[in-house]
């Protein structure tokens, strides 16, 4: 077992924009259009974590993980999962992690560029124990102690996430299992 921590684009962060849509953390948690290269590199049984991007006045956050399921194409978690089409809320953020429409074409609302489009219509990863960070008392811990459990964890310093990690880091099994029982203690706490 192996997993990938990344960093998401700057100015993305679900607690405080709830801007968010991939990966998602719902009742199957999922990655779909986002890290395309991770999304191939990972196996069945490997984990994925994420931290926020980079935002005014908001401390970066290790926000979510999961373990890799499955790795489906894009047409068929259109069908498996409805609830992930990308479709616009009411206030304009495009939402959802599935990029294709009924047809595997690219979905209208899919703002990337058409050049990389197949790439990115593979490996849609389906999760299996999630370990979301989304309570307000959650993800006030997670912001106080990402950066040093990060460093902790990976053994490198930094005063942001990308010193510590660059964009994206892979991790070998035991610091997998540090980042689990690490965002499993910060619900546990956050629930007393």
Not at 85 to 110: Q, S, T, W, Y
Not at 117 to 131: H, M, Q, S, T
């Amino acid at each position: 077992m192996k997993g990938y921590i990344y960093i998401t684009g700057t100015g993305a962060d679900p607690a405080g924009l709830d801007n968010i849509s991939d990966p998602m953390f719902g009742e199957v948690p999922s990655l779909g259009a986002c890290m395309s290269n991770l999304r191939e590199f990972v196996d069945i049984g490997d984990y994925l974590f994420v931290v926020s991007g980079k935002t005014e006045d908001l401390a970066q956050y290790v926000f979510g993980g999961l373990k890799v399921a499955e790795k489906i194409d894009h047409l068929a978690a259109y069908g498996r999962f409805p609830q992930n089409r990308l479709r616009l809320r009411e206030d304009g953020i495009v939402v959802g992690n599935i990029i294709v429409d009924a047809d595997g074409n690219k979905h209208p609302l899919d703002h990337h560029a058409d050049k990389g489009f197949e790439r990115r219509v593979k490996n849609f990863i389906v999760g299996a124990d999630p370990l979301a960070i989304q309570s307000p008392r959650e993800v006030e811990l997670a912001r106080q102690q990402t950066l040093s459990k990060l460093s902790d964890i990976v053994g490198k310093q930094g005063n942001r996430p990308i010193d510590i990690l660059g964009r994206q880091r892979k991790l070998n099994e035991d610091q997998v299992n540090q980042m689990i029982e690490w965002l499993r203690g910060i619900k546990q706490d956050a629930a007393k």
